[in-house]
Each structure stands twice: as structure tokens, then as C-alpha cells.
């Protein structure tokens, strides 16, 4: 059974910072790339960051170019979403997700249906 538990969101200022990390059980994140997503009531769920399961590569949404960054650690099977610059669109319930598929480098990364195990989500609250 795979898992995964996000933690770390809250309230942040504009300009401010904050990290966000997801803690994954039952399939090991050196084999499987991983996803972040946003969504915010009304609106699709979008693409944040993916990182390829070598951990070599890295997709971003053009909105958080430069401000977001995901990184991982395979010891403690975790992934994380640094966010910096915060901006009052950012506020969003995030979520992070598993690849489908083991060791594949071509994934679909910017749709969710690349994906198939997502954690229950961390509000992110920014405010001016």
C-alpha cells in the first residue's frame, strides 16, 4: 500500500518563504519519479515540479520558475517543495504524487493522470 503524507504548509507572507515535504511509504522514490500539484476550489488541479526517479531532472511550471524548487531525499524517501517569493496566487491546497510508472524517464509529467498515488494535500495560505 502506498502512502504519502504532506507537511509544512500554513500561512505565509508574500515575499516570504515556506517548504513543504512529503513523506512516501510503500514504493521507494529512487525507482519512481515524483510530482507536485496545486489546486485552488473551482479550478483544475495544476502542475508545479516534477523530478525524474534518477533525481537528475527537473519540470517546473513557467509560474514558479525561479521561486519554487523540489528536491528529495532517497534515505528518507521524501520529497520536498521549497517555495521562496511567495506570491497571494500561490495560496492553493498542494499535493504531492507518485509516478505511475517504475523507472520510466518519458513521463507525461504535467497531467495528473501521470500519476497514480497522491498524498491528501497541505493548505497554502499567502498572504500581503
Known amino acids: 500500500q502506498v502512502q504519502l503524507v504532506e507537511s509544512g504548509g500554513g500561512l505565509g507572507q508574500a515575499g516570504g518563504s515556506l517548504r513543504l515535504s512529503c513523506v512516501v511509504s510503500g514504493r521507494t522514490i529512487n525507482r519512481y519519479a515524483m510530482g507536485w500539484f496545486r489546486q485552488v476550489p473551482g479550478k483544475e488541479r495544476e502542475f508545479v515540479e516534477h523530478i525524474s526517479w534518477t533525481g537528475s531532472s527537473v519540470y517546473y511550471a513557467d509560474s514558479v520558475k525561479g521561486r519554487f524548487t523540489i528536491s528529495r531525499s532517497t534515505t528518507k524517501n521524501t520529497v520536498y517543495l521549497q517555495m521562496k517569493s511567495l506570491r497571494l496566487e500561490d495560496t492553493a491546497v498542494y499535493y504531492c504524487?507518485?509516478?505511475?510508472?517504475?523507472?520510466?524517464?518519458?513521463?507525461?509529467?504535467?497531467?495528473?493522470?501521470?500519476?497514480?498515488?497522491w498524498g491528501q494535500g497541505a493548505q497554502v495560505t499567502v498572504s500581503s
Open positions: 504524487a507518485t509516478d505511475r510508472r517504475e523507472m520510466y524517464l518519458y513521463s507525461d509529467y504535467g497531467t495528473t493522470t501521470e500519476y497514480d498515488n
